[in-house]
Structure formats: C-alpha cells, structure tokens
C-alpha cells in the first residue's frame, strides 16, 4: 500500500505545534492514525522523542487532549508521538464487542492467530513503520528516541522497550499491566490474538521478559494506590520480584490517593518527561 500522510487538523500549542495525522499503513493494512506534538524549533538538530501508548479504549487524540503533556515537551525539547491502540474497522467479526478486546484493544503485538492476524499488527506498525515515519517526516533523533504509556499502553511501552533497546533508549509507565499472562484482561487478549501455547505468550509479558533474561538500563513506573485495577489486573509486585531477582534497575512509586484516571497521569507526567530527557541526552 502506497505511503500517503494527511494531516488532519494542526494546532499550535506552547509555541510548538500539535499535529494529528493519518496514513496508508503497509503494515496494518488500512489507515491508521497518528498525533505528533513537535516543540518550537531551538536549532536546525533532530529532536529526541517520546513515544506514548495509551490504553484500552482509547485513541492518537486521548493522550495529547488530557495528559497536558505539551507545555513540559515545549520547554524540554521533546517531540512526543502517539497512536491509536489498534486498527479500526477491519471487518473482523467481534471486534467491536467488548471495551476490553478488539477495537481499541490491539495491546501492541503481532497478532498470529486467525482473524487478528491479518491487520492487528502493531508492534510492526509501532516499531518498524511509525517509527521510520516519525524519524524522517518529523526529524526526530534515531539516537534519542523513548518510550511510555498507561495502562495496556504501560505494557506496551515495557515490552516494547525490553524488546528492541536499541531503539527504544528510556522507558517509563503508568499503572501498566505488569505480567499480563496473569490477569483477565491479558489472559482473554493472548488467548485470541496469539493462541493457546503460553510460550508464546511469554514473548509479550514484560515480568515473564524480565525473568527469560531481558535486561535495559532502567524503568521508571508510577502506579496509583486508589486505582480500582491494582491488584486484579495490573500486578506491579510481579514485575517489582522479578526485577529484584534478576537485578534489573527498576523504581517503582505508589502514590496514595491516586487512581488510574488521567488526573494521576497528568500529575507526574513533567517527572517522566524529565526522565525521558536527561536518559535520552546521557546516551547520546
């Protein structure tokens, strides 16, 4: 499928501008969309960026609307990017019958089972083909490129981070499910986008990663202590053991009071900014 980019509506925001955006995507196989915030222009070099997986239901917009991220990005430096959290309108039977499955549920793998593995593609489309996108269309730095996310996005963001390090050089996460193979909302996902065989699964759960052997710098998570999900679904002690055995750096902060709502996510979003920042610039 040619490569098309229309940008659909371009604002600006703290004197950058905030761009949202769709293609053709050859990986997916359909349009796709996309938001790209770029700050004001300092000099004439390649950015670094962030890229930002939201969560179940949600959209490219979803993050870029509530997260009130721009104006840190602004002053930091920082191109941030986004994308919707699966294909949309496939014609997959069932892919609109659950908030927690399907539409708006891609949970950021290669899908190879049947139906879903025909277009819910997105850990190709986000690593692969957004990325070169982002990179030459939106001049960000190969060298300086992170990632985050919320949610099923924070387990996007971890898996895809301890997958490919080479290109993913900070990660953080917000309220991520953790060992997705041991909670409802992974358990259903695996099960119809990658089959039956837990091997395979493993491939895509960032605390059975961590204790296979996969090692990055650091990880940064902060996770609410009010979130009605903590314990059923996200299971940050899991991942928080098997750091510890296997001396993978990780800080992990609760914060009492806090849910799993973007009012929690927009309270610490300078921090992990911030973050994302100083680790991109110190692996220059």
């Known amino acids: 499928m040619k490569q098309s980019l229309e940008i659909r509506n371009q604002h600006r925001c703290f004197d950058g501008t905030q761009s949202f955006c769709q293609h053709n995507s050859s990986t997916i196989g359909l349009p796709m969309r ?3 915030y770029q700050p004001p222009e300092t000099n004439r070099q390649p950015n670094p960026a962030v890229f930002f997986l939201a969560g179940l239901t949600c959209t490219d917009e979803t993050f870029m ?4 991220a721009q104006q840190y990005a602004a002053k930091l430096g920082l191109t941030l990017v986004t994308m919707d959290t699966s294909p949309r309108e496939t014609g997959i039977t069932g892919e609109n019958d659950t908030w927690d499955f399907g539409s708006g549920a891609g949970f950021y793998l290669d899908a190879t089972a049947e139906p879903w593995s025909k277009h819910y593609l997105m850990e190709s489309y986000i690593v692969h083909e957004l990325y070169n996108i982002i990179i030459h269309e939106f001049s960000a730095d190969p060298n300086r490129i992170g990632i985050s996310g919320h949610s099923m996005g924070g387990h996007g963001a971890l898996t895809l981070g301890l997958r490919y390090p080479e290109k993913f050089r900070s990660v953080s ?7 997705p193979m041991q909670c409802p909302w992974g358990q ?8 039956d ?23 940064l998570i902060d996770q609410g202590l009010e979130d009605p999900f903590l314990t059923e679904q996200l299971c940050p002690d899991q991942l928080e053991k098997a750091c510890q055995n296997t001396a993978q750096k990780l800080t992990l902060r609760y914060h009492p009071g806090y849910d799993h709502s973007y009012y929690f996510i927009s309270t610490f979003i300078a921090e992990h900014l911030k973050y994302h920042q100083d680790t ?3 692996s220059r």
Do not use: C, M
Request: aromatic fraction near 10%; avoid cysteine; hydrophobic fraction near 50%.
């Open 197 to 219: 065989n837990q091997e395979v699964w493993r491939n895509h759960d960032a605390t059975a990663l961590i204790e296979d052997g996969n090692q990055i710098a650091d990880i």
């Open 65 to 68: 609307i509530k997260a009130g």
């Open 188 to 195: 259903k996902a695996f099960t119809h986008y990658l089959g």
């Open 173 to 179: 996460a917000f309220a991520p499910v953790s060992a």
């Open 280 to 282: 991109l610039n110190a």
């Open 34 to 36: 996309f938001s790209v």
